[in-house]
């Protein structure tokens, strides 16, 4: 089955500096990906909807100054989250759509990226 | 490797019951995800479960068995805003999650 993977798995950074996660889709090229945010125990929060060549769309209330995607191919996306502070610590969590399904539902998730901002 | 199975579509009847079964092979675990998702819309959470046994909360309930790496979701008294799919996921031992691919749940009249 398609997989997703993500990279850092896991991250700890100062407060001010800025961080990149990466999301990959391994076997197929995904024309659309998606970054969330969770909180523990809570339903996934989307940020935004990034598609390849394209700018991403931002939910409400997300500041695309401070969380910088780029979806430079279709397997790549990168999330980057400037000047990070405490209350950017979360659990972040990309999906990726396969672009060669005619299935515009589904989605595969990745394993998500924990970040600490100390 | 580390592995979620959960069917890829069940159809069920308004009012009536349903079963989306979960099983699970993975290193280390800590905890299992229900999330509910409706088409172009992101995840809802649904249910966590880590100790063994059934959680109820309204007409959801969530069941856990560690040692059979198994876990299912009950719908009771389905009602059509609950065609959606349903996702399984497993927090493993470096607190990853591992998806299933989901269940998409079609209730018909």
């Known amino acids: ?118 | 490797g580390q592995n979620i199975d959960q069917p890829t579509e069940m159809t069920a009847t308004e009012g009536a019951i349903v079963q989306i079964n979960c099983t699970y092979q993975t290193s280390g675990f800590n905890g299992l995800f229900w999330y509910q998702q409706h088409a172009g819309e992101a995840p809802t959470f649904l249910s966590y479960n880590v100790l063994d046994g059934l959680e109820e909360k309204g007409r959801f309930s969530s069941f856990l068995s560690r040692s059979k790496g198994y876990s299912y979701l009950l719908l009771k008294e389905l009602q059509m805003k609950d065609s959606a799919s349903y996702l399984c996921a497993v927090m493993d031992s470096n607190y990853q999650l591992i998806w299933g691919a989901g269940t998409k749940l079609i209730i018909k009249p």
């Not at chain 1, 997703?4 to 024309?31: M, N, W, Y």
């Not at chain 1, 969770?38 to 990034?50: C, I, N, R």
């Open chain 1, 1 to 118: 089955g398609a997989v997703v993977s993500q990279h850092p798995s896991r991250v700890i950074c100062k407060s001010g500096t800025s961080v990149k996660i990466e999301c990959r889709s391994l076997d197929f090229q995904a024309t659309t990906m998606f970054w969330y945010r969770q909180f523990p125990k809570k339903s996934l929060m989307l940020m935004a909807t990034s598609n390849e060549g394209s700018k991403a769309t931002y939910e409400q209330g997300v500041e695309k100054d401070k969380f910088l995607i780029n979806h430079a191919s279709l397997t790549l996306s990168t999330l980057t989250v400037t000047s990070a502070h405490p209350e950017d610590s979360s659990f972040y969590i990309c999906s990726a759509r396969d672009g060669s399904r005619g299935d515009q539902e589904t989605q595969y998730f990745g394993p998500g990226t924990r970040l600490l901002v100390l």
